[in-house]
């Protein structure tokens, strides 16, 4: 089992900054890949962005690409992702994901999920 707990949301107005944390506990050294996805109200489960565990090789969705930047700390079994340049648009919960094999936009192959953090973006 591998435990995910998500920090770093809240409320910013448009333009402006946050960074997510997502902290891995127990099997990290099964974790091949981690995950961000999103969901707004009434809306499906999006992927946003993804690492590989360890190396760093990122994958994001066009959406997200110049203002999105997913990292990670393999120390401290931690992937951020910084969102620059929000708008009223990337208001949803974030969850972090991973998965036992190589990146995935495919939001039903991740093993393990986090609770979420919400963001919202005022106008």
């Known amino acids: 089992q591998v435990q995910l707990v998500e920090s770093g949301g809240g409320l910013v107005q448009a333009g402006e900054s946050l960074r997510l944390s997502c902290a891995a506990s127990?099997?990290?050294?099964?974790?091949?890949?981690m995950g961000w996805f999103r969901q707004a109200p009434g809306k499906e489960r999006d992927f946003v962005a993804a690492?590989?565990?360890?190396?760093?090789?990122?994958v994001y969705a066009d959406f997200v690409k110049g203002r999105f930047s997913v990292s990670g700390d393999n120390a401290k079994n931690t992937v951020y992702l910084q969102m620059n340049s929000l708008e009223p648009r990337d208001a949803a919960v974030y969850y972090c994901?991973?998965?036992?094999?190589?990146?995935?936009?495919?939001?039903?192959?991740?093993?393990?999920w986090g609770q979420g953090t919400q963001v919202t973006v005022s106008s």
């Open positions: 994901a991973v998965r036992t094999g190589g990146t995935s936009r495919g939001v039903y192959d991740y093993d393990y």
């Open positions: 127990g099997r990290t050294f099964s974790i091949y890949s």
């Open positions: 690492i590989s565990w360890p190396g760093g090789r990122t």
